[in-house]
């Protein structure tokens, strides 16, 4: 079993930046591919960003690529997602997820099987 707890969330005005943590409790976090998702009012959830249990491969949304970076540290228990240059259409509840199998399907948010509470992001125009 593991328990995800995210932080970092809050207001910021478009252009800004925020970090989201996702801490996670279980010994066996360093095997788990690690995802950030989010979804805003109205719309379904959908995928962010996710990183593999070594960090060596990350994985991003085209509407995030460049001004997003996920990451990960294996000690801790906790991945990051560290989000600049941020535009109103990003204002979403955020959250992180963990994949025990280790799916090819980063994307997907039914191969993750456990999930953070969520933080909740909102960028002013």
């Known amino acids: 079993q593991v328990h995800l707890v995210e932080s970092g969330g809050g207001l910021v005005q478009a252009g800004g930046s925020l970090r989201l943590s996702c801490a996670a409790s279980?010994?066996?976090?360093?095997?788990?591919?690690m995802g950030w998702f989010r979804q805003a009012p109205g719309n379904e959830r959908e995928f962010v960003a996710a990183?593999?249990?070594?960090?060596?491969?990350?994985y991003y949304a085209d509407s995030v690529k460049g001004r997003f970076t996920i990451s990960r540290d294996n000690a801790k228990n906790t991945v990051y997602l560290q989000m600049n240059s941020l535009k109103p259409e990003d204002t979403a509840v955020y959250y992180c997820?963990?994949?025990?199998?280790?799916?090819?399907?980063?994307?997907?948010?039914?191969?993750?099987?456990?999930w953070g509470q969520g933080s909740q992001v909102t960028v002013s125009s």
């Open positions: 997820a963990a994949d025990s199998f280790a799916s090819s399907n980063v994307a997907l948010d039914r191969e993750y099987e456990y």
């Open positions: 990183i593999t249990w070594s960090g060596y491969n990350t």
């Open positions: 279980g010994r066996t976090f360093s095997s788990y591919t």
